[in-house]
């Protein structure tokens, strides 16, 4: 059994879909400390399977983090619509330089920033901000 194996225990036994926790009681259900990191860098609760183990836990117990706020240490883990895509999927169809950089892109910023279907954050939005006039 991992570290972190209980917090995955503890969320599938869960009935909501909300799971609203405060860091010390992740370290309650963890039986430790976090790691530094998780009270310094957002990007440390990021739903990227490749972050860190822990993201791992919670991806495979069904659930994606939002709501993380550093400041008051406490975050919102919520179940996954489809428990089969709560973590990243690797794309099917062959990669080109843009389409693994916005990739790239939308992995680093999972769980951080939502965008609309269809948008695609690596084109110019044609909007003239006052520093550029």
């Not at 992740?26 to 993201?55: C, D, F, K, Q």
């Not at 950089?101 to 951080?112: M, Y």
């Amino acid at each position: 059994m991992g570290k972190y194996d209980p917090l995955g225990s503890f969320l599938k036994s869960r009935a909501t879909d909300e799971v609203p926790m405060k860091f010390e009681e992740v370290e309650a259900v963890i039986g430790a400390a976090l790691p530094p990191a998780a009270g310094r860098y957002p990007a440390w609760w990021s739903n990227n399977p490749r972050n860190n183990v822990m993201t791992k836990v919670w991806l495979e117990a069904g659930y994606r983090t939002e709501r993380v706020d550093l400041g008051g240490r406490k975050l919102v883990f919520r179940r996954a619509a489809n428990p089969a895509h709560a973590a990243v999927v690797a794309p099917t169809t062959r990669a080109t330089p843009r389409s693994r950089t916005l990739e790239a892109l939308r992995n680093k910023l999972r769980g951080t920033v939502r965008f609309a279907p269809g948008f695609d954050p690596t084109k110019p939005t044609g909007e003239v901000w006052g520093a550029e006039t």
